[in-house]
């Protein structure tokens, strides 16, 4: 499985931006999906994740309400969609996938199997 984000960029505060993750050979046993962030001197965080079947979504206390998760499963995408942006939300954003069906754990780090490249995002005050 290879992941490739894409959609960062500068903006300002208060603007929205939307990334995207493509999963490529997404397998049956591909189970969820889900963003992280790592700004710089900081740990890598959980921002939001989404599981394949039925769509659940889980969002850290950070982002919930301004950013929305979402996945296509045809064309084998997830989205973030980020607004009202604060200069906070910079930082480097990554997704990750987990193979395998677990229930519990997905916003932690060890919880995914296989993580992209990441993209920066930069908010201006």
């Known amino acids: 499985v290879q992941l490739q984000a894409s959609g960062g960029g500068l903006v300002q505060a208060g603007d929205s931006l939307r990334l995207s993750c493509a999963v490529s050979?997404?397998?049956?046993?591909?189970?969820?999906t889900g963003w992280f962030r790592q700004a710089p001197g900081k740990e890598r965080e959980f921002v939001a994740a989404?599981?394949?079947?039925?769509?659940?979504?889980f969002y850290s206390d950070s982002v919930k309400g301004r950013f929305s998760i979402s996945r296509d499963n045809a064309k084998n995408q997830v989205y973030l969609q980020m607004n009202s942006l604060t200069p906070e939300d910079t930082a480097v954003y990554y997704c990750?996938?987990?193979?395998?069906?677990?229930?519990?754990?997905?916003?932690?780090?060890?919880?995914?199997?296989?993580w992209g490249q990441g993209t920066q995002v930069t908010v201006s005050s």
């Open positions: 990750a996938a987990k193979v395998g069906a677990i229930n519990s754990g997905l916003t932690r780090r060890s919880y995914y199997d296989y």
């Open positions: 050979e997404r397998s049956r046993n591909s189970f969820a």
């Open positions: 989404i599981k394949w079947s039925g769509g659940a979504t």
